[in-house]
């Protein structure tokens, strides 16, 4: 394992199948974050009074201070693209019949971006710093995942 892999297809490979199951628990931050996004629809972020940074999801700490936060900031729904990709092959490295955008938005009150899907960006190219929203699916379909949230849309 000492040796430097420089091209991805040089990687040698070993099919199989591995039987293992875990489970997440998304912490105290997360659930009232996938909570707040299931039932009212909307992003809760934590706002750190000691330096100021919201993030987003909710957390329960804050990473530069180590200050006690809680899940009391509610921000977007939109935001300014800081990123994105276009992805062309599924995980398996399966072509994608059509490519998925991947956009990574600073949404409004936070510091921190959340990284969703781009929905139906059209033919005008992705600009970074162009406003996009995110777009929560109706109540009633809501199940509590970060599916909850369909992607992001552009602003008009
Ligand atoms: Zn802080």
Not at 84 to 93: K, L, P, Q
């Amino acid at each position: 394992m000492l040796e430097k892999i420089a091209r991805p297809d040089e990687i040698r490979r070993w099919p199989g199948d591995m039987p293992v199951r875990h489970r997440y628990t998304p912490g105290v931050g997360g659930d009232a974050f996938f909570t707040a996004l299931h039932e009212r629809g909307v992003v809760l972020g934590s706002h750190c009074a000691a330096c100021g940074t919201t993030y987003v999801p909710a957390r329960r700490f804050c990473e530069r201070d180590f200050s006690e936060l809680s899940a009391d900031t509610e921000v977007g729904p939109a935001g300014q693209l800081v990123s994105f990709t276009i992805v062309f092959a599924g995980i398996e490295g399966e072509p994608l019949d059509r490519p998925d955008v991947l956009g990574a938005v600073r949404l409004d009150g936070a510091d921190a971006v959340l990284i969703h899907r781009v929905l139906e960006p059209g033919e005008e190219p992705l600009e970074i710093g162009e406003r996009l929203e995110v777009v929560v699916r109706p109540e009633g379909e809501r199940t509590g995942s970060i599916l909850d949230i369909e992607g992001f849309r552009r602003t008009d």
